[in-house]
């Protein structure tokens, strides 16, 4: 081995070292600029990630504005305000608080058809925490108040929105949002009920999260709760 690298000429010794030299200056400068294009690769396919995430973002913020945009117009209606003293009177006869009931829920189921991504529309007391008005009738009288619709008592001028769980009655996930109903007969001094909207996430919100549009063939969406876990899909 030691034979190899002697040189009779020094001639050969400095054209040994000369190539030497410049093979090692070739590798070192493929291998500079072989991590600079790697660099940019992963710059350029980060920025592309960044900004499909930010256009989820985007669209899922529309998406929870019209959301609450609508159970805003339905705590407002003036019919649903109106019903204050049924909620708090027992002194109309029975006969006719069904009536009336009746009216109000077919009222509410009005909006379920109009609001594609609901699937149940209700009203909580605010002080039993049972539910007085439903448009699923049958789920009226049941008592919720170990539910978090109740922090709105606490911010009483937000729409809440809840984390997606699954529902062991409609055996679905479901997405809740809840706002308070202010009284009309005192011009919204106190509030007299909790509305509560459950969004079926199957009907517009999986499917936009689905949307693997600049992710590739294996790209997903994630939308995770506080404790890292994943709520939609994959």
């Not at 504005?65 to 909620?87: P, T, W, Y």
């Not at 007085?132 to 809440?160: A, C, K, M």
């Not at 689905?210 to 899909?233: A, Y």
Request: charged share 25%.
């Amino acid at each position: 081995m030691r034979n190899m690298f002697q040189f009779s000429h020094l001639r050969g010794k400095i054209l040994f070292y000369f190539l030497t030299i410049s093979v090692v200056a070739l590798l070192v400068a493929f291998g500079i600029v072989y991590y600079q294009v790697s660099l940019n690769i992963r710059l350029q396919e980060t920025e592309k990630l960044i900004a499909v995430r930010n256009l989820k973002t985007n669209r899922l913020l529309s998406w929870l504005d019209e959301r609450k945009g609508d159970i805003r117009v339905v705590a407002n209606d003036n019919q649903i305000r109106a019903m204050e003293f049924l909620f708090f009177e027992q002194e109309t006869p029975a006969d006719q608080r069904e009536e009336i009931f009746t009216f109000a829920r077919n009222h509410l189921q009005s909006y379920l058809k109009n609001f594609a991504d609901y699937h149940e529309i209700l009203i909580i007391h605010p002080e039993t925490g049972r539910i007085v008005l439903s448009t699923l009738e049958e789920r009226e009288g049941i008592d919720v108040s170990d539910r978090p619709y109740f922090h709105i008592l606490n911010q009483p001028e937000q729409v809440l929105v809840h984390q997606i769980r699954y529902s062991e009655y409609l055996s679905r996930n479901t997405l809740d949002f809840s706002v308070p109903i202010y009284c009309e007969e005192h011009q919204g001094e106190h509030i007299i009920g909790i509305l509560v909207a459950r969004t079926n996430p199957d009907a517009s919100l999986y499917p936009l999260l689905g949307d693997t549009v600049g992710l590739g063939e294996s790209g997903e969406t994630m939308i995770v709760d506080q404790e890292g876990v994943v709520q939609n899909p994959l």
